[in-house]
């Protein structure tokens, strides 16, 4: 910015220059000469303050572009993480992934924990229901024996389903 003010000007200065120039060439005494180069002088100025406008507008735009180029690349580099942040993400990623492998394979042995006393339960009441019914079948039996028992007095041999056979009391 401080060249451009520099620049800026030394062309304001080379124009006052020249207009300097016209002034002197104009009082001279050869005047359809220095008419002539007066004109010229002054259509060649005119020219010069009008690209050297063009130009100090043109450079603006570009200073404005390149204003709001730096501002983008501020906001986008605000916007992105860094390489340490990325790789402590990474490594918390990473951290977090063997902590659930490990809880998955925690509820594997406890779902095969759950199978196994499941299977045990059942086998548990198993065992009951036929204990149970085995309680129920002597029962039945010795009701049946106490029956034949009054009503015969006689006590049957139930071991051996070939013969008949008992005791009498």
Avoid: F, W
């Amino acid at each position: 910015m401080a060249a451009s003010a520099g620049e800026s000007q030394g062309v304001e200065r080379l124009l006052s220059y020249a207009e300097d120039l016209v002034a002197v060439l104009c009082v001279s005494t050869d005047c359809d000469d220095n008419a002539q180069v007066g004109a010229g002088v002054q259509r060649l100025l005119s020219a010069c303050r009008s690209e050297s406008d063009d130009l100090e507008m043109q450079l603006k735009e570009y200073q404005e572009k390149i204003h709001s180029c730096k501002e983008k690349i501020d906001k986008a580099k605000a916007e992105t993480i860094t390489d340490d942040e990325l790789n402590a993400l990474q490594s918390k990623m990473e951290e977090k992934l063997q902590e659930e492998k490990q809880l998955r394979q925690e509820l594997r042995v406890l779902h095969d924990e759950l199978d196994d006393l499941e299977s045990q339960r059942l086998s548990i009441k198993e065992r009951k229901d036929a204990v149970k019914k085995k309680k129920k079948d002597t029962q039945k039996a010795e009701r049946t024996l106490s029956m034949c028992l009054s009503v015969t007095n006689i006590i049957p041999n139930l071991e051996d389903q070939d013969k008949v056979s008992g005791c009498i009391l």
